[in-house]
């Protein structure tokens, strides 16, 4: 395995080892991560506090369960009888509470060991990994478990519906857990089934190449998987199948279920298509079982996320023709493609696509739910400069899938020659960067200038353009009256 980052910050207890949450700080608990964590801490009755830069309708939600929530750092907001500070590798080493916590012997502990605690008092912790869809997969699955009346926890690391609702403590049966594995916080964390959506490279600050994300996920299953554990694969992921093959061929490998559009997969997908918002499929299963799904989500990948979390609850020993029919009450999870508003005849997206495959997967989701005179704009806004640098000539060519693309800065701050240089590459592959505007706000208001009656804009990116759909849907309404 190729050596790339080392963490910021040094835990004291590792994602396998134990922690007490019964009185925890988060620093960083208005983090999508950190937040659910927090609300199932304090949902099971422990005392939990927490600081973040800026206060959130999330977090106001942790406050209205009894949460301290603190607004920035400092070493005094760190309890008297703190059982641990929990932390994600966003912290920096020099935080207060952080040094606090060091000075008085607290134990500083990673956010996955706090969450891989939690999940360890369950009979049946489910681990849903992947680089894309890992979000929208584990919410289905607790949705479905959930009003087939089975109480289930889960932890998710965006909103479900309303804000602050990734996390729930529910009964100590199946814990339903989104595990993340940009920081390799993933190995250790045990699970008596582990759901693997796709591998792809990703975090190139952490992984050099898509290979050490496969043996970061070996580790991570032959360490935390139960013994009379699942595993369950997309069979139209290379990355899926390498680590298939390699758990085979050791002969003391868990389970493999494996899902997607492949012929050999034992959760086939056939006629997939998404139209007007919604997508169809037929899932074929084991024993030639077959079932139609439905869902009321734009993109064939949520198809795929669907398969997933059929396969998984299958699995779980769940009834599947039930879950079938729960999945058609999901409306996906934040950021997800999610509506955004309506102006002037133009529909409003927000996507959290940060990787060219996803940013693929949405605007071809955008496209479905266009009429033949509509058109696909989006306003992207790269994630920061690493990222944009190891993935431009991807960017470029994923961009392909609009019709028109304004690019704006990040707010971990891009090179305008970056964004630049990125225009060209769209243009070079035969799609149309129509303008640079490093000013988020410009960026949107030049997009509405653009936009006409039966578009969809795309408002993508992971920073603060979910921000903008406000300043969008102003500049839209300014249009349509100047013209009036």
Known sequence: MAETAVPRIKPDVSAAGPVDLRRAHFVGVGGMGMLPVA?????????VSGSDERTSEGLKELDRLGVSVYTGHAAEQVPADATAVVFTHAIGPDNPEILEARRRGIPVVHRSAALSMLMSTARTPVAIMGTHGKSSTAAMVALALTRMGQAPSHVVGTDIDEPGTGGRSGADGFFVAEV?????SHIGVGMKVAVITNVAQDHPENYAEE????????????TG?????????????????????RLAMSGDGPRVITFGMSSGADWQLVDASSLGGRSTAVLRGPGGREVELTLRLPGVHQLLNAA????TLEVLGQDIDQAVQHLWYFDGVARRMTPAGEKAGVRVYDSYAHHPDEVSADLAAARSLVGSDGRVLVVFQPSDQRRLDTFDIAFGKALVGCDEAVLTDSTAGVDLAALERLAARIDGAGGNARSVEPDRAEAVVRAAGLARPGDVVVLMGTGDIAESGPVLRAALGELVASAA
Do not use: M, Q, W
């Open 39 to 47: 609300r199932v801490c304090a949902e099971r009755g422990f005392s």
């Open 225 to 245: 998987i139960h013994a009379d554990g699942t595993l369950v694969l997309n069979a139209d992921s290379p990355g899926c199948r390498e680590l298939a093959s």
């Open 180 to 184: 993340d594995e940009s920081d390799r």
């Open 308 to 311: 997933a979390g059929i396969a």
């Open 211 to 222: 290979l050490d994300h496969v043996d970061a996920y070996e580790k991570c299953v032959r």
